[in-house]
T-cell receptor
Framework: DGGITQSPKYLFRKEGQNVTLSCEQNLNHDAMYWYRQDPGQGLRLIYYSQIVNDFQKGDIAEGYSVSREKKESFPLTVTSAQKNPTAFYLC?????????????FGQGTRLTVV | QQQVKQSPQSLIVQKGGISIINCAYENTAFDYFPWYQQFPGKGPALLIAIRPDVSEKKEGRFTISFNKSAKQFSLHIMDSQPGDSATYFCAASIQQGGSEKLVFGKGTKLTVNP
């Protein structure tokens, strides 16, 4: 089955720790994205990548880091610098066609700081 | 001006009724307008989308109405069913730095009562 796999589904982090969220896709999409979802806030873009070994900051990149070493993988690290990391994190991918950015989303990772 | 304003924040409709969700934007560079449906604990999934050269698009019980001059678009769900209860996000796509970027509204939580 083609799709996007995020893991883990639930993640608990202690204050001051870095954690890495996994995102893998087998859709052969060039573009991948990370969004953060908070109640009543919609989806806010953290980072995105159009090509391997290249990525750009989104609207709320502070306290996060990413890598894109393979086309299929786009892991997100939530660092200790992120002041309020508890949220639902969504990974997405899309083709690069102009004017037709259908994004396919994973099932999300719920991160809780304890 | 890369915001997409969505209303209402929540909506309660009786089974068989019409659900209407509205979105507005400022940036005329947006060139693709998708709607996403999200069930609790899941990632959003594309529901229906429209381009600005079309005023209306219908897929089953779901219709997008697009008013280019007013910079507004809306989702109509006809004969609403309890299974339609979900959060709906409008979005707009823009070319930026050689890549497509999706901007999301803050979402509308729809509840369809039986």
């Amino acid at each position: 089955d083609g799709g996007i796999t995020q893991s883990p589904k639930y993640l608990f982090r202690k204050e001051g720790q870095n954690v890495t969220l996994s995102c893998e896709q087998n859709l052969n999409h060039d573009a991948m994205y990370w969004y953060r979802q908070d109640p009543g806030q919609g989806l806010r873009l953290i980072y995105y990548s159009q090509i391997v070994n290249d990525f750009q900051k989104g609207d709320i990149a502070e306290g996060y880091s990413v890598s894109r070493e393979k086309k299929e993988s786009f892991p997100l690290t939530v660092t200790s610098a992120q002041k309020n990391p508890t949220a639902f994190y969504l990974c997405a991918s899309s083709r690069m066609d102009s004017g037709n950015t259908e994004a396919f989303f994973g099932q999300g990772t719920r991160l809780t700081v304890v | 001006q890369q915001q997409v304003k969505q209303s209402p924040q929540s909506l309660i409709v009786q089974k068989g009724g019409i659900s209407i969700i509205n979105c507005a934007y400022e940036n005329t560079a947006f060139d693709y307008f998708p709607w996403y449906q999200q069930f609790p604990g899941k990632g959003p999934a594309l529901l229906i989308a429209i381009r600005p050269d079309v005023s209306e698009k219908k897929e089953g019980r779901f219709t997008i109405s697009f008013n280019k001059s007013a910079k507004q678009f809306s989702l109509h769900i006809m004969d609403s069913q309890p299974g339609d209860s979900a959060t709906y996000f409008c979005a707009a796509s823009i070319q930026q730095g050689g890549s497509e970027k999706l901007v999301f509204g803050k979402g509308t939580k729809l509840t369809v009562n039986p």
